[in-house]
């Protein structure tokens, strides 16, 4: 099969690039950046002058230096430049588990040397155990770089190489042999930035492995290497219990589930798991249950407390929701190691033949104008736990309305106004206030017949976000009749009012509403709870979102009621696209991207695009927007995107392989295109995933 084309990023000076990842060696955090290689050129004409020219790559095999060598040997010919020679490489993957940079040194012609290089620069001896844990290391790089078909990872670092690191059942028994040697060894790695302590079945060696799974459906060989891992660990029940639940073998992982549990009883992984299956069945009930106990094992988790939310969302218990979507634990987003270059004199970024489709060319066109409203959208920026509670929110939106929501906001949270005016109102009742965090734990408890709580407390003060009875009615009928989604895009938006932060108080909780004089409560406030700055953040950025989304369908329906052109450009469009999906308007997001690619390709519009022909089963549509993601990813040296591959098995195991390779050859577009999505059908005949048996 054809490879990418080779970028190559001049530099002032030679083995600058190098000397720059020497030095950034010591604060590397996790995975480390992607593969470096090096190449020192000689002039043909004349013998003197040289220069040092260099790029990134992953899903090279580096379990031997014999395998990087070869690599660097592949790149001795260069079609597009035909007047200098490369005289040496040097091929730099970094160890993330003895924290070492391994080399090899290639001299062309002459010898390979190869060695490790430590945080201080100090070279080492490089052993087979450091070359297994480099190799494992690359194929979990491969799949963290990977781009997802949106094009984001691959504008991120440019001139980036990106190889599928397992292209046959030979080098997947090689990787997850590593794997299972190295498995305890995982939490060194890190984790994702939504995990706030890294452990055996938390962090990034798992999350590559369940990634490798679900891409390739390579289900039972995940359920072998988990089966042995558990009778080491009980906790890796909770990944088996994954990989079950995905291979369709949903009693055995029910029964696994619950002899787990019997022993670990406050494992939080096996409690959010069984909590995430009765989610998926509708068993919200039970998934409420499931969910508060895993919060009580792992308190300090972020993703304990956001199943919480979203179970709560998904029984209509908006209240709870704001209230434990307000406990979440929030943690500052982590981003990968990239690489941090010197200047470059010269970028070089040829296009491979193979790939070249001129309606993927995005360099046609003039530059596209963005209103600046469009670039101060801070939600589009939002990351890790952020991003979540962000999701969460919208949706609670999508479903209740904007109004419904303020509403709800300003019965659970004190808000400012309210803080203000009563501040020098006091009572002489001193009563205790329950938490915010055990209010969402224990749920809201049903009213008795008399109109009091059934559930209360021993001093008659009951666990309720709000307990008098006019607020319990506008509670039921906020729930059984919610308000039209024609709220959110009203053309009035109610802007939020601030609400009191902790902060303000000088407390994190509800007794610093004391007065310091009387240390009584106040009366307006006892059943209310503080809402923390990142939470109000969040509805100021929402409301903005909304703003912007309201003036752009207004705009549009008084367009299309006066038969006039609605222009935007093509990047405008995108925006709008994401926005509208970030709210969950998604047939509104279809109609944009589809608007963006009238005017200009774009790898984010056609992905999102795709995805609407998913949801609506369209094969035919999403096999041509496919071809055309595939060739830009090629484009940008990409041969390799998980998100796309497993899209492609996916319509293998329900149209069949046969049908899938016809309807791609069946597309009017130039046979080496057409040959890139075939690769990818090649990949799924190798692992034999289902529809491929014919």
């Given at each position: 099969m054809v490879a990418p084309a080779v970028p190559e990023i001049v530099e002032e000076e030679i083995e600058a690039a190098v000397a720059s990842r020497n030095e950034a060696l010591p604060t590397l955090r996790e995975l480390g950046p992607p593969d470096l290689v090096h190449l020192v050129k000689q002039s043909i004409k004349s013998g003197n002058k040289q220069n040092g020219v260099y790029h990134h790559v992953t899903g090279i095999d580096a379990s031997s230096s014999a395998s990087l060598a070869a690599y660097v040997n592949t790149l001795t010919y260069n079609p597009n430049d035909k007047s200098s020679k490369v005289i040496s490489g040097l091929y730099c993957c970094y160890n993330a588990f003895s924290?070492?940079?391994?080399?090899?040194?290639?001299?062309?012609?002459?010898?390979?040397?190869?060695?490790?290089?430590?945080?201080?620069?100090?070279?080492?001896?490089?052993?087979?155990?450091?070359?297994?844990?480099?190799?494992?290391?690359?194929?979990?790089?491969?799949?963290?770089?990977?781009?997802?078909?949106?094009g984001e990872s691959?504008?991120?670092?440019?001139?980036?190489?990106?190889?599928?690191?397992?292209?046959?059942?030979?080098?997947?028994?090689?990787?997850?042999?590593?794997?299972?040697?190295?498995?305890?060894?995982?939490?060194?790695?890190?984790?994702?930035?939504?995990?706030?302590?890294?452990?055996?079945?938390?962090?990034?060696?798992?999350?590559?492995?369940?990634?490798?799974?679900?891409?390739?459906?390579?289900?039972?060989?995940g359920i072998n290497l988990f089966e042995k891992l558990r009778t080491r660990d009980m906790e890796v029940s909770s990944l088996l219990a994954r990989v079950m639940i995905s291979a369709d073998e949903e009693v055995q992982a029910v029964k696994l589930l619950h002899d787990a549990i019997a022993k670990l009883p406050m494992d939080y992984s096996l409690l959010d798991c069984q909590a995430t299956f009765c989610q998926g069945k509708g068993r919200l009930d039970w998934a409420s249950e499931c969910a508060k106990r895993a919060v009580t094992a792992a308190p300090s988790e972020f993703s304990t407390w956001a199943r919480l939310a979203e179970v709560y969302v998904g029984l209509e218990q908006w209240d709870l929701a704001l209230l434990t979507l307000n406990s979440c634990p929030m943690f500052t987003y982590q981003d990968k190691d990239i690489p941090r270059m010197p200047e470059a004199t010269r970028i070089l970024l040829p296009v491979l033949p193979e790939s070249m489709l001129d309606e993927i060319d995005e360099t046609s066109g003039t530059y596209d104008e963005v209103h600046p409203s469009l670039r101060k959208l801070h939600a589009a920026g939002y990351k890790g736990t952020f991003?979540?509670?962000?999701?969460?929110?919208?949706?609670?939106?999508?479903?209740?309305?904007?109004?419904?929501?303020?509403?709800?906001?300003?019965?659970?949270?004190?808000?400012?106004?309210?803080?203000?005016s009563e501040k020098q109102t006091v009572t002489?009742?001193?009563?205790?206030?329950?938490?915010?965090?055990?209010?969402?734990?224990?749920?809201?408890?049903?009213?008795?017949?008399?109109?009091?709580?059934?559930?209360?407390?021993?001093?008659?003060?009951?666990?309720?976000?709000?307990?008098?009875?006019?607020?319990?009615?506008?509670?039921?009928?906020?729930?059984?009749?919610?308000?039209?989604?024609?709220?959110?895009?009203?053309?009035?938006?109610?802007?939020?009012?601030?609400?009191?932060?902790?902060?303000v108080v000088k407390s994190g909780n509800e007794d610093t509403l004391d007065s310091s004089e009387t240390n009584a409560k106040y009366t307006q406030f006892y059943n209310k709870r503080l809402c923390e700055r990142w939470l109000d953040n969040l509805f100021m950025v929402l409301y903005e979102d909304l703003r912007i989304y309201t003036i752009w369908r207004t705009d549009m329906a008084r367009a299309q009621s006066e038969s006039s052109d609605y222009r935007k450009s093509a990047e405008e469009w995108e925006i709008l696209g994401e926005l509208a999906e970030r709210l969950h308007h998604f047939p509104e997001a279809v109609?944009?991207?589809?608007?963006?690619?009238?005017?200009?390709?774009?790898?984010?519009?056609?992905?999102?695009?795709?995805?609407?022909?998913?949801?609506?089963?369209?094969?035919?549509?999403?096999?041509?927007?496919?071809?055309?993601?595939?060739?830009?990813?090629?484009?940008?040296?990409?041969?390799f995107s998980p998100a796309l591959l497993r899209v492609v098995r996916k319509l293998i195991e329900n149209e069949g392989a046969v049908k899938v390779r016809s309807i791609v050859q069946a597309t009017s577009l130039p046979q080496p295109v057409l040959d890139l999505t075939h690769r990818y059908v090649e990949l799924c005949v190798a692992f034999r995933s289902n529809g491929t048996e014919a």
């Open positions: 924290r070492l940079d391994m080399r090899v040194d290639v001299k062309i012609p002459g010898g390979v040397e190869s060695y490790c290089i430590d945080e201080r620069g100090d070279k080492r001896v490089a052993s087979d155990a450091l070359w297994m844990e480099t190799f494992l290391c690359g194929v979990l790089r491969a799949y963290a770089y990977a781009d997802d078909g949106s691959i504008k991120k670092i440019i001139g980036v190489r990106r190889f599928d690191p397992i292209t046959s059942t030979e080098m997947e028994h090689k990787f997850l042999d590593a794997a299972e040697r190295l498995f305890f060894k995982g939490p060194q790695l890190g984790s994702d930035p939504e995990v706030q302590v890294p452990n055996n079945v938390s962090n990034h060696l798992t999350t590559g492995l369940i990634n490798y799974i679900h891409t390739t459906g390579r289900y039972t060989s991003l979540k509670a962000y999701s969460i929110l919208t949706e609670i939106t999508a479903k209740i309305g904007w109004d419904q929501l303020l509403k709800i906001r300003s019965q659970v949270f004190v808000m400012e106004e309210e803080y203000r002489s009742d001193h009563t205790s206030n329950p938490n915010a965090s055990t209010t969402a734990l224990r749920g809201t408890p049903s009213p008795g017949l008399n109109g009091t709580n059934s559930d209360s407390q021993p001093n008659g003060e009951a666990y309720s976000a709000v307990d008098d009875e006019e607020t319990i009615n506008d509670r039921q009928s906020a729930l059984t009749s919610p308000p039209d989604s024609a709220t959110i895009v009203d053309e009035s938006i109610e802007k939020p009012e601030h609400t009191i932060t902790p902060e109609e944009a991207y589809q608007a963006c690619l009238r005017i200009k390709f774009s790898p984010k519009a056609m992905k999102g695009v795709m995805k609407d022909y998913e949801n609506r089963a369209k094969s035919g549509e999403m096999l041509q927007a496919m071809i055309r993601l595939i060739a830009w990813q090629y484009r940008w040296y990409s041969e």
